[in-house]
């Protein structure tokens, strides 16, 4: 038997800021199995089996919340096969990771409409978020079935629901019951596999992240990969709307 050699892992790059919230578009697995003569539902698993060293990666540099965009409301659109092969890869992923992720101190998040998943994967995904409800080392929000806009709706139906009147529908009253509540708002958005949109991703929550693109498809994302976003990271310079402090020029 031949042993492959381990994959060398790079050492950690000293980062000039670390992000707090992560969320990644986790773009381009049908393309990856495309350029390899394989299936798309190749795609999706290589790209599933690329999600638990990314999860170690970001931990290790000390990002705490890492949000995952795994299925969009959209793609209920893709053809019957390719939806069933995605859904039961979100169930396998649940099922070989949720012991090691419990050990690891990882809680475990669904972002989007539970209901609309099939009673097996709601079964699972509530399992796995009840069983990590406890631990504090990380947050791991996997958006499946989610969209950024439904969000909103939702947040907006609830509104209605409790009778909260017109002048007391604040921006913060939104954000209280949008599927993120209580956690900060991605620092960083990357996406991978080379397009630049949203996507109907976290449409009200990235108002204000910095937004990173590769061309790396997912199933390739690696370590070195995300350190070459976290070092772009570091080096923006994040105004919010302000005046920055080091500039020379004064206007008054
Ligand atoms: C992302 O990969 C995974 C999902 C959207 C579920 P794609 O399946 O969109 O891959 P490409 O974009 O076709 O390469
Ligand atoms: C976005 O990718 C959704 C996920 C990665 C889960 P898509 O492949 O569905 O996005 P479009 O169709 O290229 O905009
Ligand atoms: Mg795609």
Redesign the pocket.
Known sequence: MVVEPAASVPPLPALHAVPEHVAII???????ANERGLR?SE??RA?AEAIRPVLERFGQHGVSVLTLF???TE?WGRPRPEVQS?LRLGGDFIDSHLGELHEAGVQLRHLGELERLPGWLQKRVARAVKQTQGNSRMILNLAFNYGGRADIVSAVQQLIAEGVPAEEVTEEAISCRLATAGLPEPDLLIRT?GEARMSNFLVWQATYSEYYFTET??PDFGPAAIDAALIEFGQRQRRFGLVSNDGDEDDD
């Open positions: 986790m773009d381009g697995n049908g393309r990856w798309r795609g999706h790209g795994g299925f969009s793609n995605i596999g498809l997912w």
